[in-house]
Structure formats: C-alpha cells, structure tokens
C-alpha cells in the first residue's frame, strides 16, 4: 500500500510538472508570436510614413524641375523606402484580416505616390483627399493591430 502510494504521488507530481511546463511553453510561444507581430507592424507603419514624408520632399523641394523630374523623383524615393519589403514582411507573417488591412494601407500610399508624382500642391483638393484616404487606411490598420496584440493578452 506504501508503495502503491509513493508511485501514485510520484505520478501526480510528474504530471502535474509536465503539465505545467507545457503550459508555461504555450505562453512563451504566444508571447514571442505577438512580440514578433508587433516589431513587424510597427516596422511597416514606421516604413509607410516614412515613404511618405520622403516623397513629399522630393516633391515640393525643387519648385522649378520639370513634371518628368517631379514624377522621377517621387517615384524613386517610394522604390527606395523599404515599402515592398515590409509589405511582403507583413503579408506572409500575420495574420490573413491583418494583412488585408496593411494591403489597404499601402495601396492607399500609391495612390499619394501617383497624386505627388503628378505634380500635385499639397495644398491642392486631389493630394488633401489622397492624404485623408491614406490616414484612414493607417488608422484603420492601427487599429487593427491593436486589436490583434491585446486580445491574446
């Protein structure tokens, strides 16, 4: 009977140790899972605003370039940013309603790319409207993120 009892807590023991380490794994698993989500959403909005503060430089720096320059320029500085590569980051790494939002996000930042690279004054009615529709699209993906980090908390 004492042996019967040793083994029993024995067993309760290492069960219980078994189960509490494979508690503690899935916990470090999420917590390294949501930490790697939110380097990659921050680096891609971090990576958007940035494209967009460098076009609009190259945009209004030279009032006197030609409209080919102009386009050139704004273009360039979008393919040099770092966009697609965090967008791609992103696309393959989280989740398939977050991805869809930063898609949003950054189709909406082409589309202030071809309105800057028209020519277009940022006092003018077509960039304040592309403007608003890009902030909307980050705030909505902001948003989103949020969520998404804290409902797994």
């Not at 202030?112 to 009615?125: F, K």
Request: with cysteine; charged share 30%.
């Amino acid at each position: 009977m004492t042996l019967a009892g040793t083994g029993l807590g024995a067993a309760v023991g290492v069960g219980s140790t078994l189960l509490a380490d494979r508690s503690r794994w899935r916990r470090d698993t999420a917590d390294r899972a949501r930490q790697e989500r939110k380097e990659i959403y921050v680096s891609c909005l971090t990576t958007l605003r940035q494209a967009h503060e460098s076009m609009r430089a190259v945009a209004t720096g030279d009032q006197q370039r030609e409209a080919a320059a102009v386009d050139a320029a704004v273009r360039e500085a979008f393919r040099t940013s770092g966009c697609n590569e965090a967008r791609e980051t992103a696309l393959i790494c989280v989740p398939p309603g977050m991805a869809d939002r930063l898609e949003e996000a950054y189709l909406s930042l082409r589309s202030l790319r071809d309105v800057l690279a028209a020519g277009y004054a940022l006092s003018s009615a077509e960039y304040k409207e592309a403007r608003r529709a890009h902030t909307r699209s980050v705030d909505t993906a902001r948003e989103a993120m949020r969520h998404d980090l804290e409902r797994q908390v």
